[in-house]
RNA sequence: UGGGCUAUAGUAUAAUGGUAGUACAGCGGAUUCUGGUUCCGUAUGUGAGGGUUCAACUCCUUCUAGCCCAACCA
């Protein structure tokens, strides 16, 4: 039996198929090595996300190798501090790429070498066009280009004049490298293609030691070729690159990896291009690239996402060609299922209102014992405070409940989780109406939240002791945009037009039970009948933690409330 | 002188000539000390027309719609 056979139990999708076709034919020895060849220009997003799950997972499942390579070909746009924000976003999400990091920038001095054997077999030239000639003999889309008045330049000038571009005795823009092709060639991309540009810059890496840097579509095959890539993955809008990434390769005759397209992420209510996220960073829309609101993997991060959440997510959706855009409710999903069995309950008001429990002695401290998970009874159980009084949530309560609403009100008996049935007797107000105190009465027979006598309630809510509470900053998220795609701006208008006002609210006074305020940077909670929330490392200071809603729970509630 | 690609429920994806399935969302119900979880049930789909075939999401054909390509970006 192979260790190649497929796993039925995997997701099917057209590149397994490929790859599976590929190993049963023997092409590339029946190897599998991918690589995810990031920009260092950005952090990285779900999409992202999506891209190196795909190629990393497909190597791990046909029991291949996969590379991390930074694509490293435009000095000016790059920066150091992204290589680190990708390699630690690529770690969280579980993937060990050892020690095959590689960086395009290594490679230049081969790729260089081989612009050199593709002028020698005439199959590149230099071309002394201004930028405005070179676009302007491009052509267009319905009609050819014409060829470059140096395209007939002897190899031997060719080469001169190359290696003097490397030594940087031109300026910018002065030169270039063509491969040739054929300007008439429906394929824009084919139209004698530029390799490499002028730029005196400095490099990240390399430093000033060139002065000419290769194009993505010249590097990037070469880059592949030279790891030894059998399937080379990325987004459809390079099927058009293709048939320049196979010439390049042809050409050279070195090894040839299959490129193979698909279809990038798209999510409801939010941006997913590193354009748009730069933004939406630099305008200060967002706090940074990381700003819990982002679907940037730090975001995520912040935001209390679990690195299992995701890898499930980009499991469901599935790899395909065609354009599509993803419910942002299936990524909430994921959260809520991979939260709801890791974690911890806790109490926590969000909008408090005060409660008075008249008949309870205001010298009394109980200690209630609450389970940790009902998910998981391995979290044990934790003791909570009970006192006379209380916080419980403002709309937990109505002085005039509509019928489905089944909370506290006037004259009604409610439970506080593993406390007491608590029955309420008036409210009072102040100047302006707004209730200040819910007075109720207890019935001590229903201590830790039973009824000796079997009487039912049909409401139990959250709360926490007022002399025991812990004061926080909770920050509540929504999504980014008022509309699903940003498909839908209308004339005149960009995504910028539509941005959520309310996708951050600030409670700078929620109440938490007292446990919470040992929390450290990172831990997750449900804040019960709430939601999921994870403690901010970037505001959080020692002792006094700031939290993260990451998602809500689902509210029956609330849906029922729209109606 | 244009080329390349895509089309299956609301959304995302399976079905590779043989019962159109799954997940999320929706709706209805049961259970529940979270209006959570869990469980059960349910509506909705092959872009359009023609052809081949006993049989078509699948093959052929003609349309239609959408996306990508004219950076010295990746």
């Known amino acids: 039996m192979s260790t190649n056979e497929p796993n039925t139990e995997l997701r099917r999708h057209f590149i397994r198929d490929i790859i599976e076709a590929d190993i049963a034919t023997g092409t590339f020895g029946g190897k599998v090595v991918t690589r995810f060849p990031p920009e260092p220009n950005g952090f990285l997003h779900i999409g992202h996300a999506k891209a190196f799950c795909l190629s990393y997972g497909l190597a791990e499942d046909y029991h291949g190798v996969y590379n991390l390579r930074f694509d490293d070909t435009n000095p000016v746009k790059e920066d150091p501090r992204f290589v680190e924000a990708i390699k630690k ?58 060829n470059s008045p140096y395209r007939t330049r002897s190899i031997q000038e060719n080469l001169d004049l190359f290696a003097r571009m490397r030594a940087g005795e031109f300026e910018d823009g002065a030169l270039v490298l063509r491969a040739k092709i054929d300007m008439a060639s429906p394929n824009m991309l084919m139209r004698d293609p530029i390799m490499y540009r002028i730029r005196h810059a400095r490099h990240h890496r390399t430093g000033d030691s060139w002065c000419i840097y290769p194009m993505y579509d010249y590097a990037h095959c070469l880059e592949d070729s030279i790891e030894g890539i059998t399937h080379s993955l990325c987004s459809l809008e390079f099927e058009a690159h293709r048939p320049l990434y196979d010439w390049y390769l042809e050409q050279l005759n070195i090894h040839h990896s299959k490129q193979i397209e698909f279809a990038r992420l798209n999510i409801t209510h939010t941006v997913l291009s590193k354009r748009k996220v730069e933004t939406l960073v630099s305008a200060g829309v967002v706090e940074g690239w990381d700003d819990p609101r982002l679907l940037t993997l730090s975001g995520l991060r912040r935001r209390g996402y679990t690195p299992q959440s995701i890898r499930n997510f980009i499991d469901r959706i599935g790899v395909a060609k065609s354009l599509s855009t993803v419910d942002f409710a299936l990524l909430e999903h994921t959260v809520r299922e991979d939260l709801n069995k890791r974690s911890n309950r806790v109490m926590a008001v969000l909008n408090p209102v005060k409660v008075i429990i008249d008949n309870y002695p205001a010298d009394q401290t109980e200690e209630m014992q609450a389970i940790n998970n009902p998910e998981n009874p391995e979290a044990g159980t934790r003791l909570v405070p009970f006192s006379r009084e209380l916080f419980i949530e403002r709309d937990d309560f109505m002085e005039e409940p509509p019928k489905k609403f089944y909370r506290l009100a006037p004259g009604r008996e409610v439970r506080l989780r593993y406390a007491y049935f608590i029955t309420c007797t008036h409210v009072v107000k102040d100047a302006s109406g707004t209730i200040t105190e819910i007075h109720c009465t207890y019935d001590p027979a229903t201590k830790g939240g039973n009824a000796p006598d079997g009487r039912k309630v049909k409401a139990t809510m959250h709360w926490v002791s007022a002399a025991h509470a812990y004061d926080a900053e909770v920050r509540l998220y929504d999504k980014l945009l008022t509309v699903e795609s940003t498909d839908e701006v209308a004339e005149g208008k960009t995504f910028m037009d539509y941005i959520n006002p309310n996708s951050l609210e600030i409670r700078s006074h929620c109440k938490l039970e007292p446990s919470l305020a040992k929390a450290a940077a990172g831990d997750r909670f449900q804040f019960e009948r709430l939601g999921y929330f994870s403690v901010d490392p970037v505001y959080s200071t020692p002792g006094r933690p700031v939290f993260n809603r990451t998602a809500t729970l689902r509210d029956e509630w609330a849906k029922l409330r729209k109606k």
Not at 110 to 131: H, P, R
């Open 89 to 146: 976003d690529i770690k969280w999400l579980g993937f060990d790429w050892e020690d095959r990091e590689y960086y395009a920038s290594d490679y230049f001095e081969q790729m260089y070498g081989y612009a050199v054997e593709l002028i020698k077999k005439d199959k590149a030239f230099v071309d002394s066009q201004t930028l405005d000639e070179i676009r302007k003999n491009r052509g267009t889309i319905k009609s050819p280009g014409t």
